[in-house]
T-cell receptor, first 111, second 114 residues
Framework: QKEVEQNSGPLSVPEGAIASLNCTYS??????FFWYRQYSGKSPELIMS????GDKEDGRFTAQLNKASQYVSLLIRDSQPSDSATYLC???????????FGAGTTVTVRA | EAGVTQFPSHSVIEKGQTVTLRCDPI?????LYWYRRVMGKEIKFLLH????????ESGMPNNRFLAERTGGTYSTLKVQPAELEDSGVYFC????????????FGAGSRLTVL
């Protein structure tokens, strides 16, 4: 079983729509959860971090965490072509450096 | 502020050869990390430096890999001898503290072993 699994892509959404990305993890000891965005050939960029159950909103992005279900998601509202990228889910046992990544979901926003 | 710089951006070598990847962290960042993504797999942790000291090298796959950070500034990752399964993208990241929420990644060095 993979430590972190993401919904398989690619995910194609029209401009202005909501993109929904899902991630499940196997380690119940995980405490910290992150979403990174990676444009092709570029560095992974942290866009959201969440540590407590519930929702966390930052601009057009909302992260949702449910530790009981071992599930974390990312919603991108009002998707823009500039949101087209690969989104990586990452978890760690504590707020530390040893991140476990999912394989990533590639999102394409159609103009 | 300059970001994390890695080079070469792409290296193509023959099986059995040696390759050295370099990472320049953000100035003042004591913590430096190496991760890699081999073909078709997830990004995996390799090791962690605090200044020049290796804090955690539990992710290093085998003794063909050697990481150094002399003087606590830039770091090198040497693969010797390279094998086909070493092909992938090697990412470096740095942070001031060891908290993951302040990890800044480089663009990665792509290694192709033929």
């Amino acid at each position: 079983q993979k430590e972190v699994e993401q919904n398989s892509g690619p995910l194609s959404v029209p401009e202005g729509a909501i993109a929904s990305l899902n991630c499940t993890y196997s380690d119940r000891g995980s405490q910290s959860f992150f979403w990174y965005r990676q444009y092709s050939g570029k560095s992974p960029e942290l866009i959201m971090s969440i540590y407590s159950n519930g929702d966390k909103e930052d601009g057009r992005f909302t992260a949702q965490l449910n530790k009981a279900s071992q599930y974390v998601s990312l919603l991108i509202r009002d998707s823009q072509p500039s949101d087209s990228a690969t989104y990586l889910c990452a978890v760690s046992r504590s707020n530390d450096y040893k991140l476990s990544f999912g394989a990533g979901t590639t999102v394409t926003v159609r103009a | 502020e300059a970001g994390v710089t890695q080079f070469p951006s792409h290296s193509v070598i023959e099986k059995g050869q040696t390759v050295t990847l370099r990472c320049d962290p953000i100035s003042g960042h004591d913590n430096l990390y190496w991760y890699r993504r081999v073909m078709g797999k997830e990004i995996k942790f390799l090791l962690h430096f605090v200044k020049e000291s290796k804090q955690d090298e539990s992710g290093m796959p085998n003794n063909r890999f050697l990481a150094e950070r002399t003087g606590g500034t830039y770091s090198t990752l040497k693969v010797q001898p390279a094998e086909l399964e070493d092909s992938g993208v090697y990412f470096c990241a740095s942070s001031q503290s060891s908290g993951a929420n302040v990890l800044t990644f480089g663009a990665g060095s792509r290694l192709t072993v033929l």
